[in-house]
C-alpha cells in the first residue's frame, strides 16, 4: 500500500516534469524554425517524440498498475 502511493507520487511527479519538457520543445522548435536551424529542428523534435512516448507510457501504467 505504501510502496503504490509512493510510486503514484513518482509517476504523478515525472509526468509533471514531462510537461514541462513538453511545453519547452514546442518553443524551442518554433526558435529554431525561426532562425532556420535544421539540425536543432531535428534534435528537438526527437526529444519531443521521445517525451510524449514516455508520457503514453507512463499514463498506461499509472492506470494499469499503479489503480
Not at 3 to 28: D, E, F, N, Q, T
Not at 29 to 51: C, G, P, R, T, Y
Not at 57 to 63: M, P
Request: net charge positive.
Amino acid at each position: 500500500m505504501y510502496i503504490r502511493k509512493l510510486l503514484m507520487g513518482v509517476v504523478k511527479l515525472v509526468k509533471y516534469l514531462l510537461h514541462a519538457s513538453i511545453v519547452l520543445c514546442c518553443y524551442l522548435i518554433f526558435v529554431s524554425v525561426k532562425e532556420k536551424d535544421f539540425q536543432l529542428i531535428i534534435f528537438v523534435a526527437s526529444m519531443f517524440l521521445v517525451n510524449i512516448f514516455i508520457f503514453i507510457y507512463l499514463d498506461l501504467v499509472e492506470k494499469k498498475f499503479l489503480k
